[in-house]
């Protein structure tokens, strides 16, 4: 089990409000992203919940138990984190046994659960080696075998991929995916990577400044961004933001436009009309950086990898008046 | 990380240390105070009468005084010289490539941990003596008169061996500096044509400001403090030629039993040290943030 | 990266720094020379010296004339004594202040650094009344406590660098674990901080050893260290070269070696951290 409900949870340092009281459910089972700008309290929070940090006020439940006054240990919560923490002077098994040797538990059960942890992240040969003679990858596997022995009632990720090289971030993302298929334990993770988030996540939350500006499922947030933050946060590349004459015509302060619901054409019956600036061609897609006469900035558009447009040409864009988020001048959705 | 409980546990881990220190300071110190303000000779007993500024007075006044803190400087300036330009020779020496440069390093450490009275009385006697010691033989076998360094020039004598005792200091500290200097950011100033001297001026120098700052600072505190040399070499002489303020409080104190003007001599020598520390304080004070 | 050097220039580096560290050394050498010849040897010209015969005669004759190696034991129980004792203080000092940082911690630490800046000699009077009063005088136990107090700053912040260095994550992993305080200590900062406070341990025993003033001015002939046994040489019994080398020898030897594992330590005890 693993339901966790932040009850107007609140965290200051000092005179400093880093979380201003907040409320949120974690359902047991669900796999929940913590995502945000750096600084937006998103790590904090996390803290908050395995224990690691006191909470200024408000209340921390876990499967209906007040755990707020709980020590971390005695939460029956994992943690990765983000430079694994693995303690460098014990082997590979020693490491994941830890936590199973602090709750004496067993010889013999012991070692059949770090075998079979071993076994699932496939560790088994290097449970007699020492983190330091291990890979990236191999040592962010040792963190969670760690954490997954002890079957806790949740496993905590803080930004556990932020070390790994690019191609090796892929790849751990499928695997944390895959275990939380195969373990259907309530997982947290904390990230800066909206892409980690999109593709991993059962439920968003999305933080700023300590404030959850939308909670949802990935798609939600990028088909219904309740604000300009949200929307700007979610998707690759980036939404375009217009203001204006066009944004007033259609009944708002700012309408928002994803590059990927723009229609590039070269006939006239188009409704904007641009240069290209710098075109990046990659194969599959096109992304063209669009200088237009009315704005400073450029308009970012995906085309398709055959569209054969260049530094200079001229262009003649759609964009898709069904996609069209508009916001009024709080920032706020418009439904 | 910090949470209510291991903040109590943390003042209760911290306290004994902080205990004994304050304890060490604090007594001695208000001690040392009170006593020079009194006249208080342990060769005349009886009242201990206060005396007001008298021994200050007295200790600042009493010829040897002045000559004392001029030995004191002299001492201090002459090493502190001799061991930063030669510890920086030294370290952008020991930065090239060669050949056993464990061993050449080792070398040359070693004197650094040789104990003061050793070292004052090897020089003193194997180098340094007229007619037995190496530069006395060394003098008369090119038909030279042999130097008496302890009569003729002793406090050079003095600063000699005591910059023997701290160059490798100087040196070790300066090459760690160096060694964490950005082999690339030397190779960026070449690309930008710098040659070897404005490299070392520009790059190299700038680097170590740091590090020398910290050397001399530190040396400093030391070097006020430089006794157990003296004692084994010349006592002081000879007359007053090689005292140093620490050297003269020892002989107010510790051999003329005259508490009270030593007491006085302390206070004025710990007055002195505070000058250089609080420099070196800032210096590790901002260290301790980055 | 390093650009291949030729050789030549390689062997021209390495023969002026040789010489150049040959110089440094030689005293030292010279003494170990010396410490192996008669005393009619040992006074003549370096040549002759060189030349002479080599006998150990030196080294026994310091033991008999003046019981070297009570005075040798006498600094073992000083520098070991007030190491360990200043370790067992700062251990937790060290630990609370780099895993609980508090706001005033950073004063606290420059305090401490504060009271290592006082200069011996501003306190020697009390130090040394006090020391008459209590019976401490001339006592090895009093000496292990003086040097105990003032290397003790050191000590703390040698400690507090090396334990900053453990990242906190690790301690909070194991915290979420299940490890108690005792267990964390026991189990991962202890085996963790190994390498750091035998380093510690190194530089002070050094420190401690060396001690020149303190020794000297606390101690008669019972509680004398090293430091002031060979002092006792400086009367014209000094003119004894030979025995006066072996002497030396003896009393440096042991330090020289310790010194040589703990150069990369004795840059970072006695800068305080400042350059590492």
């Given at each position: 089990m693993g339901r966790i409900t932040l009850d107007k949870v609140r965290k200051s340092f000092g005179a400093i409000e880093v979380i201003p009281p907040l409320d949120l459910t974690i359902e047991d089972g669900e796999f929940v992203v913590f995502v945000?700008?750096?600084?937006?309290?998103k790590s904090t929070l996390l803290r908050l919940i395995a224990g690691l940090e006191d909470v200024s006020g408000g209340e921390i439940r876990i499967d209906g138990k007040?755990?707020?006054?709980?020590?971390p240990a005695k939460r029956g919560l994992a943690m990765v984190f983000q430079s694994y923490a693995?303690?460098?002077?014990?082997?590979v098994r020693k490491n994941i046994a830890f936590p199973l040797r602090m709750a004496g538990m067993d010889k013999a059960e012991q070692d059949r659960r770090v075998d079979d942890a071993a076994r699932v992240l496939n560790l088994t040969d290097y449970?007699?080696?020492?983190?330091?003679?291990?890979s990236g990858g191999q040592r962010q596997r040792v963190a969670i075998g760690r954490a997954i022995v002890r079957e806790p009632a949740a496993f905590l990720f803080d930004e556990p991929l932020s070390n790994l090289d690019a191609a090796l971030r892929v790849g751990m993302r499928l695997e944390i995916s895959e275990l939380h298929e195969r373990l259907k334990t309530t997982m947290i993770y904390v990230t800066h990577d909206q892409v980690e988030a999109m593709t991993m996540a059962d439920k968003i939350v999305v933080l700023n400044a300590g404030r959850i500006e939308q909670v949802g499922s990935p798609l939600e947030l990028y088909r219904q961004p309740r604000n300009l933050f949200v929307a700007g946060f979610i998707g690759s590349p980036k939404m375009n933001l217009i203001t204006g004459p066009e944004a007033e015509k259609r009944g708002a302060h700012t309408i928002g436009i994803r590059p990927e619901h723009i229609k590039v054409s070269d006939d006239d019956t188009c409704i904007w009309r641009g240069t290209v600036g710098v075109s990046e061609h990659l194969g599959s897609d096109t992304f063209f950086h669009i200088h237009m006469p009315s704005r400073d900035e450029p308009l970012t558009v995906r085309a398709g990898g055959d569209v054969d447009l260049y530094h200079g040409d001229h262009i003649c864009l759609t964009p898709d008046e069904a996609h069209m988020h508009r916001f009024d001048e709080k920032g706020n959705r418009i439904e | 990380m910090a949470t209510k409980a291991s903040r109590a546990a943390a003042r209760l881990m911290i306290s004994p240390a902080v205990l004994l220190l304050l304890g060490w300071m604090i007594v001695p110190l208000s001690m040392t105070v009170y006593f020079s303000f009194l006249r208080y000779n342990l060769l005349m007993p009886g009242d201990n009468p206060f005396v007001g500024w008298e021994n200050y007075k007295w200790f600042v006044t009493d010829p040897s005084f002045s000559a004392a803190m001029v030995n004191t400087l002299l001492l201090v300036g002459g090493v502190l010289l001799i061991t930063v330009i030669g510890g920086i020779l030294f370290a952008l020496l020991l930065d090239q490539p060669m050949w056993g440069q464990g061993v050449i390093r080792i070398m040359v450490i070693a004197p650094f941990f040789v104990m003061p009275t050793v070292s004052g009385l090897v020089w003193k006697?194997?180098?340094?003596?007229?007619?037995?010691?190496i530069f006395g033989h060394l003098a008369q076998a090119i038909g030279m008169q042999p130097i008496d360094f302890f009569s003729q020039i002793p406090l050079l004598s003095i600063i000699g061996i005591v910059s023997w005792q701290w160059l490798p200091f100087a040196t070790l500290i300066l090459l760690t500096a160096l060694q964490s200097l950005d082999q690339e950011q030397l190779e960026a100033a070449e690309m930008d044509g710098a040659g070897w001297l404005s490299r070392f001026w520009f790059i190299m120098l700038p680097h170590l400001a740091r590090a020398i700052t910290v050397v001399i600072l530190i040396q400093t505190i030391f070097l006020l403090s430089i006794f157990a040399e003296i004692l084994v070499t010349t006592n002081g002489g000879p007359g007053t030629a090689t005292t140093n303020l620490t050297y003269l409080i020892y002989v107010s104190s510790l051999l003329q039993y005259d508490v009270g003007m030593g007491s006085a001599g302390g206070v004025i020598a710990i007055i002195l040290a505070n000058i250089v520390a609080i420099f070196l304080m800032r210096m590790i004070g901002k260290n301790l943030d980055a | 990266m390093a650009r291949a050097v030729t050789a030549s220039r390689k062997a021209l580096t390495t023969a002026i720094a040789g010489a150049l560290a040959f110089l440094m050394f030689f005293p030292i050498l010279w003494i170990v020379v010396l410490s192996l010849k008669t005393e009619v040897d040992a006074i003549r010209a370096p040549w002759q010296v060189l030349t002479s015969g080599w006998t150990f005669e030196s080294y026994g004759a310091v033991q008999e004339r003046s019981d070297y190696f009570k005075h040798f034991w006498n600094s073992v129980i000083i520098a070991f004594g007030s190491t360990l004792l200043g370790l067992v203080i700062a251990v937790p000092a060290a630990w609370a202040m780099a895993f609980v940082p508090g706001k005033r911690t950073k004063d606290v630490l420059m305090w401490m650094l504060s009271t290592k800046m006082l200069p011996p000699v501003g306190v020697l009077v009390p130090i040394y009344l006090l020391f008459i009063n209590i019976g401490l005088l001339d006592t090895r136990f009093g000496l292990v406590i003086v040097l105990m107090l003032i290397n003790l700053p050191i000590i703390i912040w040698m400690l507090y660098t090396y334990f900053r260095e453990i990242p906190g994550e690790i301690l909070e992993a194991a915290r979420m674990d299940g490890a108690s305080l005792r267990e964390e200590v026991l189990y991962v900062l202890t085996p963790m901080a190994i390498p750091g406070m035998a380093s510690t341990v190194l530089l002070n025993v050094i420190l401690a050893w060396n001690e020149a003033f303190w020794t000297l001015n606390l101690t008669a002939s019972k509680a004398a260290p090293l430091t002031a046994f060979i002092a006792s040489y400086s009367s014209p019994e000094g003119l004894f070269y030979a025995k006066l080398s072996a002497a030396s020898v003896m009393a440096i030897a042991p330090i020289l070696i310790m010194g040589w594992f703990s150069q990369k330590q004795l840059v970072r005890g006695l800068t305080f951290g400042a350059v590492k």
């Open positions: 945000g700008p750096s600084g937006c309290g007040d755990a707020t006054d709980v020590p693995l303690y460098p002077h014990m082997s449970l007699d080696r020492r983190p330091g003679q291990l | 006697n194997m180098f340094m003596n007229p007619v037995n010691g | -």
